[in-house]
């Protein structure tokens, strides 16, 4: 009887782990893809434009060449005024914050929303850096990896 119950709690876990799993995940059909570092850096050659969710703190210290900057807390209003038939891209330092953004855009009907899942710590390509961390004096320059800032935020 014991055996028997274990299994039912286990079975239940399972389940309860799939569905937090398909939850985090965007719907299928939404028009949203999970892109590798090689098909952001393939999406941002092509001129795709490119949002970086972080405070403007973190978008300061380094982001992807080109990329806008529109921190996850004011992201629903500056969304409203964007073509959802436009491709955009989605990242931030980890692909957290960047996740709850992307489930937000495809609810609201962006039909290209291309999430960078694993965010700019796998990020390989050359990065930009704000102008104050560019006008460092000599001898005082930052780090080739970016800061990484991750913290839950409650819209």
């Known amino acids: 009887m014991r055996s028997k119950t274990l299994v039912i709690w286990g079975a239940a876990a399972l389940v309860l782990a799939v569905g937090v799993v398909l939850l985090m ?3 299928a059909g939404t028009g ?20 970086d969710v972080r405070t403007p703190g973190e978008y300061e210290t380094s982001h992807i060449p080109g990329a806008e900057n529109v921190p996850v807390d004011v992201v629903r209003t500056e969304a409203l005024g964007w073509d959802r038939a436009e491709p955009i891209v989605i990242y931030c330092t980890t692909g957290a914050r960047s996740a709850e953004v992307v489930r ?10 291309h999430h960078f899942t694993a ?3 796998a990020w390989g390509g050359e990065l930009e850096r ?24 409650d819209w």
Do not use: K, N, Q
């Open 25 to 27: 995940r965007p719907a």
């Open 32 to 51: 949203v893809e999970e892109a590798s570092p090689d098909r952001i850096a393939a999406l941002v050659a092509e001129g795709v434009r490119v949002i």
């Open 104 to 113: 937000f855009l495809a609810a609201e009907g962006f039909e290209r929303v």
């Open 119 to 121: 965010g700019l710590v």
């Open 130 to 153: 704000g102008s104050e961390v560019a006008a460092m004096p000599p001898g005082e320059t930052p780090t080739d990896m970016p800061v990484m800032y991750e913290f839950y935020t």
